[in-house]
């Protein structure tokens, strides 16, 4: 499977790579257990600090692991890894070790105790910073505290999920810089 | 400019058009004054009630008329109104009206009296049901009670915003069904 050549990335510029939207898996270790999860709901909150929202539903076997851990990575998948992407979002960690069955590499962390996948474009080291949302709407707001991407390619071909089994991937770049602001080119 | 053709959506479904992570046009009016405000950090947080959750910095204009009228409209832009999207992005309601600005078209809305934006592919009226995190995260939790979306094209050609002044343009579909399980086809 393709392997990326990593470098340590801005956080507070990590918005490049979440605001577009991709499905992302978020990786998570607790007590000896870890796990991934598919997750398309979730969204920037902050430049600095880096913040970023994510609803995690209760359901699933990850749940407990971040909440107790208070950590996860969030990992940036491009298509080729759609198998993986559909099958985690499909299974359970209750019944299965998902590195082992999808065939995915763990790499440690910088400042997190959750595993990094290796075959992802970016993974993103997150702490737990506020859980006052958890139990209404399962909302975890996190702090991005260390990022790794891939240095190529310069824009990854990531999948956006629209619902009932159909996703998109991601098309061709858009330059506007010309339009903006200087200010408001952040 | 193009004109859509918009059916009734089934508000617990607009995961659709909002999870692939689109930057969106949020119109608001209170007291007599409307605006208008691109935003690109927004997730989906629950199906029903169908709950979206959106940062709106406080430095907008929006951002009092949206507050003190607890109430929205997001409007998923295709493509083709790129320059309204970022012109509005680049100014401020306080200085200009930006529906006569960018020569957008308002709409009536069924259950909100922000108006809703008739050059855009889908039209989400919103009313603000948590606003807990607003102080502190800028965060508005909205419930979509009413959606309209246009019935053609099946996929719209949406814009990412990536930071920067970059976009990415949504391309091809993915149908990956087969791989689901029946109960996950939501």
């Not at 898996?25 to 709901?41: F, H, K, P, R, Y």
Request: charged share 20%; aromatic share 10%; with cysteine.
């Amino acid at each position: 499977m393709r392997k990326y050549v990593k470098s340590d990335f801005p956080i507070e510029k990590v918005r490049r790579f979440l605001e577009p939207g991709p499905v992302v898996l978020v990786s998570s270790a607790w007590q000896g257990a870890s796990n991934i999860m598919t997750l398309g709901w979730h969204t920037v909150m902050e430049f600095s600090p880096s913040l970023v929202g994510c609803v995690i539903s209760s359901a699933n076997h990850s749940f407990d692991l971040i909440r107790r851990s208070k950590q996860c990575v969030i990992n940036v998948p491009e298509v080729h890894l759609i198998d993986q992407v559909v099958g985690i979002g499909n299974s359970s960690g209750a019944e299965m070790d998902k590195f082992a069955e999808f065939k995915l590499t763990r790499a440690a962390g910088a400042m997190v105790k959750a595993p990094l996948i290796a075959e992802c474009f970016a993974n993103l080291e997150c702490k737990l910073v506020d859980a006052r949302l958890i139990q209404k709407y399962n909302y975890f707001i996190f702090e991005v505290v260390k990022a790794h991407a891939a240095r190529a390619p310069k824009y990854p071909r990531t999948v956006h999920y629209r619902g009932e089994g159909m996703f998109m991937i991601s098309g061709p770049p858009l330059n506007m810089r010309r339009k903006f602001k200087p200010e408001m080119l952040v």
